[in-house]
């Protein structure tokens, strides 16, 4: 597609992030009915996800460097909101997994299936007729077509121009500066200490005295002249004048006046504050992301919306917004030269016109001292760095050594091959609470482990997610999605399962220096992901008298002490996965997992999705003797690891060059997965049982039954919490 194309595409998402943005600006006043909360956050979430897949596609491909840098920051805001409205529906559901499918079909995003039907039947037929016209290729010509051939290299020479473009405006950066320099320089220093001077002239005509020149940590001269002429710094003198005597009156009257009924009034306030909290419902937290948003969408309005880009056929940068950001970066720095000058100067004045000597200033050597010490001593209590003598690459070095810091398989976040639950929202209103579907999953592990790993902007500022735990049977693809976080963000991956590190920096000291050398590394070359697989045997109820020599129960301690340490600006996640999470100690096990997916067995849809996409990935060809519904049917109970081994399994590289004379049938697969036992109904139900058990489920589970006590003995321990926080700090 042409430039003018992306850029039409970012006029109309932006057009209708600023519609959305105004919605969500008169979403006040405080709401009750649950189901109505539901449906808004519901409906503003599928929207920004809409606008975000836009977002990304324009920043993508555009090729315009000052453009891409405007829409890389709504696109952070448009991440961090959509985190934001995920966080209010679990908080809302008390549970991880939503479904919109009633909403979808509202906003027309979903056909209903008569629709749907029709549109299956109507390609089919379109598709027969362009065969037997000869404009399509038939069903078994695997030949790429020329036109994706085509758009794919359009893409790739887009993404050259990209960073062409990026080249030169980073250049341009430098060279313009150094010309404005050169052009402007002298008339900027002459108009900043003409401006001072007359600043100095008039306070002394106004006051009777020369002014005090601002400190170089208060910003100098740029605190007075911040986007002032200087009559206004004359107005605002005078007002700083009339303040200063208002308040010395105002105190005097404070003073007299000594309050009464003190206790009375506290308690009138307390009860107001009481009843004021039960009769508000439920109001949207405040976001970080909507200022962000806002910001970038009014400098789209003033600057993009309607720009004259005729000139600027091959969307290259703008001189004249280089020159206006410049001149600013290069008045600051002349800014700074002057000071120096005119604090010289302004001594002078004083000397020669009031014959003003300034008192030495008053240096207490003791005291600085002795704070100082104070201020060491504590510093190297708190920041001790058990490996401050030697480099991050020799670290780095280490742990690839000893086989904690592991490269991470290139997968990525779309090879986790799923469908929709279409039946979530019908299941849910008879009180049924349906199992996540393969792509659910999906959506959670982008929401708390790609987005915000990805993004620094975003993982500073949306609700923080430091560990996450991935639960679910033998097969179901947890450590390929570990991989696939680490591909998508380009994190590093560092392996503390429990088999991993057994003997390794043995005794308490050697487990301390490993974990530090591990968190150094992870937050020097952040992102990360710290991986511990098998995590349910670091919170053994009974450790195994097979599995006591490795100690798995090592790292149990100091995992709640880690987590405490990471910071919002800290982009390292804890990743645990488990196949029998009922081994573990629930309550230690929820203390440190902030998030719990449960992964379930692949359903129907699921299958169908998958048997038809792996078996073309790995040469195979899906033709009408092969019946792939049959094979989803059968395969009831297998997983997505099952599966794999089988297609993989049938198909050799002779079994793929007999198709064109013999086709895949679906015995073939059946045969091969007769051998392998299947994960049954008893055993996903042992996991939902589990997670009900959890924090999340049971606040869910209380939520169904609509039992309000348990909900007011929590939150009467939240308050008890939050008062002796208070009473501590005081």
């Not at 007359?198 to 002249?225: D, M, Q």
């Not at 300034?358 to 002795?370: F, Y």
């Not at 009408?624 to 997505?640: E, R």
Request: contains cysteine; proline residues 4%; aromatic residues 8%.
């Amino acid at each position: 597609m042409s430039n003018a194309m992306y850029n039409k595409m970012w006029h109309q998402t932006q057009e209708a992030l600023n519609s959305l943005l105004d919605k969500e600006s008169q979403l006040l006043e405080p709401q009750r009915n649950q189901v109505f909360i539901f449906q808004t956050l519901a409906t503003y979430y599928i929207k920004y996800v809409q606008i975000f897949g836009n977002l990304e596609n324009v920043y993508d491909q555009i090729v315009h460097p000052q453009k891409r840098r405007l829409i890389r920051k709504i696109l952070d805001g448009v991440m961090g909101r959509i985190l934001e409205l995920k966080n209010e529906m679990v908080e809302l559901e008390l549970t991880e997994f939503h479904y919109f499918d009633d909403i979808l079909q509202d906003l027309k995003l979903a056909p209903v299936w008569r629709g749907f039907h029709q549109n299956k039947k109507t390609e089919r037929e379109r598709e027969e007729e362009m065969v037997f016209l000869g404009m399509n290729p038939p069903p078994l010509f695997n030949k790429v077509s020329a036109t994706i051939i085509q758009a794919e290299k359009v893409i790739s020479l887009r993404n050259e121009v990209q960073s062409r473009h990026e080249e030169d405006y980073k250049e341009a950066l430098i060279t313009i500066k150094d010309s404005l320099k050169l052009v402007e320089g002298t008339d900027i220093k002459e108009n900043l200490q003409d401006q001072i001077r007359h600043w100095f002239i008039e306070c002394r005509n106004l006051t009777g005295t020369f002014p005090n020149y601002p400190k170089e940590e208060e910003g100098g001269s740029a605190v007075i002249f911040s986007n002032k002429t200087t009559e206004q710094v004359i107005d605002d003198i005078i007002a700083s004048q009339e303040e200063d005597e208002k308040t010395k009156k105002k105190k005097k009257t404070k003073k007299e006046k000594k309050p009464k009924n003190a206790k009375k009034d506290k308690e009138k306030k307390e009860t107001k504050e009481k009843n004021k909290e039960e009769d508000e419902g439920w109001k949207m937290s405040p976001s970080v992301f909507l200022p962000t948003m806002e910001e970038g969408n009014n400098v789209y309005k003033d600057l993009w919306k309607n720009k004259d880009e005729s000139w600027n056929f091959p969307q290259d940068y703008d001189p004249e917004l280089i020159k206006e950001e410049k001149r600013k970066e290069l008045e600051s720095e002349i800014r700074v030269q002057v000071d120096e000058l005119m604090r010289q100067e302004l001594k002078n004045l004083k000397l020669a016109v009031n014959r003003e000597k300034e008192l030495p200033a008053k240096t207490g050597k003791k005291g600085g001292k002795k704070k100082n010490k104070g201020k060491k001593g504590k510093k190297g209590k708190k920041d001790k760095d058990l490996t401050a003598d030697r480099t991050i690459e020799s670290l780095y070095k280490e742990l690839v050594e000893e086989g904690l810091l592991i490269q991470a398989l290139k997968v990525n976040l779309s090879d986790y091959i799923g469908e929709y639950s279409y039946l979530g929202t019908t299941l849910r209103q008879v009180s049924i609470e349906p199992m996540p579907s393969l792509l659910d999953v999906r959506q959670l592990i982008a929401l708390y482990g790609v987005l915000p790993l990805g993004s620094a902007a975003v993982h500073e500022k949306a609700p923080l997610v430091k560990s996450l735990l991935l639960a679910g049977p033998s097969g179901v693809g947890k450590k390929m999605l570990v991989h696939a976080i680490c591909t998508e963000t380009g994190a590093n991956l560092f392996d503390l399962s429990a088999a991993n590190i057994a003997g390794k920096y043995p005794g308490k000291n050697g487990l301390q220096m490993m974990l530090h050398m591990v968190f150094k590394v992870a937050h020097q070359l952040q992102p990360s992901v710290v991986w511990i697989g098998d995590t349910e045997k670091t919170f053994y109820k009974k450790v195994p008298s097979a599995e006591r020599m490795m100690e798995p129960k090592r790292l149990k301690k100091q995992l709640p002490k880690i987590l405490k340490l990471l910071k919002p600006d800290d982009r390292i996640l804890i990743v645990g996965t488990t196949k029998r999470p009922f081994d573990a100690e629930l309550q230690s096990f929820c203390r440190v997992y902030q998030k719990i997916i449960l992964i379930p067995r692949p359903d129907y849809a699921s299958r169908y999705v998958l048997w038809k996409e792996i078996i073309q990935r790995n040469g195979g060809v899906v033709t009408n003797a092969l019946n792939i519904s049959c094979l989803a049917k059968v395969t009831d109970g297998f997983t997505q690891g099952h599966i794999v081994q089988v297609v993989k399994g049938v198909l050799t590289d002779r079994r793929i060059h007999q198709q064109i004379h013999k086709p895949l049938t679906a015995i073939e697969f059946i045969e091969s997965i007769t051998s392998m036992s299947p994960v049954y109904q008893e055993e996903e139900e042992s996991f939902k049982d589990w997670y009900s058990k959890t924090p999340m489920g049971r606040k869910r589970a209380l939520a169904l039954t609509g039992d309000t006590t348990e909900k007011e003995k929590d939150k009467g321990k939240k308050k008890e919490k939050k008062g002796r926080k208070e009473k501590k700090k005081k």
